[in-house]
T-cell receptor, first 114, second 115 residues
């Protein structure tokens, strides 16, 4: 399995500000992903973080709102920009190991926007 | 397109009784199926997967799931529930020719095991 850590674990932010969430993996992985889990709802894939190139965003998510960096094979950041209360969610980092057809998730960052 | 349905928002069982958490899916091509568990204030933990082979898959913490192709189902089961099994359970599916991040998750089922 992969050990994934996220910072911060939670935060309370004001409307209009931005928050950057960090994801660190204990080993090199090819595939890293960012998900959102809104209150009482399931997981929604935001984007695939590609090392050395721009992230690939899913329908409904755009780079200006959720810029992503992936400087190496063990680290990624997700920024939630110009936040509104609707952005209040748990944001989860995930990595995939294709060889084992497995996907592992970080502990999540619980964001509340006032 | 792919989708997952977890028809029950909530499942309640008594400790020691068998439990079943239902999942049905729709996907083009061969399905890869997964179950995850989420404890309060924690991330998702992988429980088990079906990729190919035996329809009955055994996973962590005594859980198992049965792949039924004709019914497009992948129900999660455990012969004897524990209070500590109380958590939120997610079923997920993806087509075999897609990458690991392309899974579609169900809405989740809250399992409550009472002493």
């Amino acid at each position: 399995s992969a050990v994934i850590s996220q910072k911060p674990s939670r935060d309370i932010c004001q409307r209009g500000t931005s928050l950057t969430i960090q994801c660190q993996v204990d080993s090199q992985v090819t595939m890293m992903f960012w998900y959102r889990q809104q209150p009482g709802q399931s997981l929604t894939l935001i984007a695939t973080a590609n090392q050395g190139s721009e992230a690939t965003y899913e329908s409904g998510f755009v780079i200006d709102k959720f810029p992503i960096s992936r400087p190496n094979l063990t680290f990624s950041t997700l920024t939630v920009s110009n936040m509104s209360p609707e952005d209040s969610s748990i944001y989860l980092c995930s990595v995939g190991r294709e060889v084992y057809n497995e996907q592992f998730f970080g502990p999540g960052t619980r964001l509340t926007v006032l | 397109a792919q989708s997952v349905a977890q028809p029950e928002d909530q499942v309640n069982v008594a400790e020691g009784n068998p439990l079943t958490v239902k999942c049905t899916y729709s996907v083009s091509g061969n399905p890869y199926l997964f179950w995850y568990v989420q404890y309060p204030n924690r991330g998702l933990q992988f429980l088990l997967k079906y990729i190919t082979g035996d329809n009955l898959v055994k996973g962590s913490y005594g859980f198992e799931a049965e792949f039924n192709k004709s019914q497009t189902s992948f129900h999660l089961k455990k012969p004897s529930a524990l209070v500590s099994d109380s958590a939120l359970y997610f079923c997920a599916v993806r087509a075999g020719n897609t990458n690991a991040g392309k899974s579609t998750f169900g809405d989740g089922t809250t399992l409550t095991v009472k002493p």
